[in-house]
């Protein structure tokens, strides 16, 4: 009978137990200035790299004009909620900013997931930031992230991890939601869908007291259109037809981190295809289309980066530190189809980016719940016209200087 009255005590516990809610948030506030006009968020606080030069009928560069801002958009909100049953951890986390574009000021979803995590392994469901992200990315202190050079975004994903001993394996099929691809409709998580087929990462980290390294593989396949339509040349009558070419896309990375007495080093590599969706650079192009039913075939617009950021850490209440990061286009596999004006047909950012350089030194104060960070931020981005290689020609250079500001309220 005691037994009995201890195990119905016990799942009594379980089932009834209360969860620790927490929430807190941020409330920051980027000030910045430009040298010239950036592609960047509408707001400007998120900036990747200047503008190419347009020139007006006199020839002087439109963009040219320097560009001030004060955002409060990066303020964010969470609620998270953690759990205990048996020996199995759960937490429930969702938090919010305003960082989105459509229109400016909407609160945006960033995370909002349910971890479950038991002694060696652990499952997570939900809205997360992207594996190889969390694995490993640098300490900007502008929204960027490093950007285009280091990769960033977040993903609704099934995440598996098994850990033994230093060695950690992880697994994650996701789709896309905040952060998409790009089409012949422009940028939508129905490319991704429409596939049929989730995308996939995969990766194997060590991870020690002083180090970590790791390498990690992406996989993800798009559809960019259910139909095609074509106009006969001879009768003109227009003619729809079910359009069923995919594209997969491929990514490689290695990555590592590093202290060394009071110093932080954090490093990646990465050779990949179609960056739209992780915010860098490539994308796709069509090299291909059938004359009598208008169906297309894509090529993808291959690419590598490399970043290493380096920190010190010796005063908590002041951290100096600096960013490196370079993107490169490498062009096709198969020829870019030119149209009657030598424009390829491509989706991405913008298909006369060749190159970027990321220059961003910065120092940060963290005392109490008050940050304020500076960061000089130079960036360079080399444009040219697309050749039917998938690269550029006739390059070249152009500069922006970002001074940013930032002070911050942690609550």
């Not at 149209?339 to 991405?348: M, V, W």
Request: hydrophobic residues 40%; aromatic residues 16%.
């Amino acid at each position: 009978m005691n037994k009995r009255f201890l195990c119905s005590i016990f799942f009594m516990g379980i089932a009834f137990s209360v969860p620790q809610v927490k929430w807190g948030g941020c409330m920051r506030l980027d000030m910045f200035a430009d040298t010239r006009q950036t592609y960047s968020t509408p707001d400007g606080a998120w900036m990747l790299w200047p503008e190419k030069i347009v020139c007006d009928d006199q020839g002087c560069d439109i963009n040219a004009q320097g560009r001030f801002g004060i955002s409060p958009a990066y303020s964010w909100i969470y609620v998270s909620a953690k759990d205990k049953i048996g020996e199995t951890k759960v937490k429930a986390h969702i938090e919010a900013d305003f960082g989105s574009e459509f229109p400016v000021g909407l609160m945006n979803i960033r995370e909002a997931f349910v971890r479950v995590k038991w002694e060696k392994s652990s499952l997570l469901v939900g809205e997360y930031v992207y594996p190889l992200v969390a694995a490993c990315s640098p300490r900007t202190i502008g929204w960027h992230g490093g950007g285009p050079a280091a990769p960033y975004a977040y993903f609704p994903q099934v995440c598996l991890t098994y850990k033994t001993h230093d060695v950690k394996f992880i697994f994650s099929p996701y789709s896309e939601f905040d952060y998409v691809s790009t089409g012949p409709i422009g940028g939508s998580n129905s490319y991704v869908q429409n596939s049929m087929t989730p995308a996939l990462y995969a990766g194997v980290e060590v991870d020690k007291e002083t180090f970590k390294t790791g390498i990690g593989f992406g996989v993800k396949r798009l559809l960019p259109a259910l139909s095609t339509t074509t106009t006969s040349t001879t009768s003109l009558v227009e003619k729809t037809i079910v359009h069923d070419k995919s594209l997969a896309s491929f990514l490689g990375a290695v990555y590592g981190k590093v202290k060394l007495n009071d110093y932080v080093f954090r490093a990646e590599a990465i050779i990949a295809q179609n960056g739209f969706d992780l915010v860098s650079i490539g994308g796709y192009a069509v090299w291909g289309a059938n004359p009598f039913t208008g169906a297309r075939s894509y090529t993808n617009i291959n690419y590598a980066t490399g970043w290493i950021d380096v920190e010190y850490k010796r005063h908590e209440k002041l951290q100096p530190g600096v960013f490196i990061g370079y993107a490169k286009n490498l062009g096709t596999r198969k020829s870019v189809y030119l149209d009657d004006n030598c424009e390829p047909i491509f989706y991405g950012d913008d298909e006369q980016v060749a190159a970027t350089f990321r220059f961003t030194p910065r120092i940060r104060s963290d005392f109490n719940n008050i940050e304020i960070g500076f960061e000089a931020d130079f960036v360079f981005a080399w444009f040219g016209k697309m050749n039917r290689k998938g690269k550029q020609s006739g390059v070249y250079r152009v500069g922006n200087f970002r001074p940013l500001l930032i002070t911050a309220y942690y609550f």
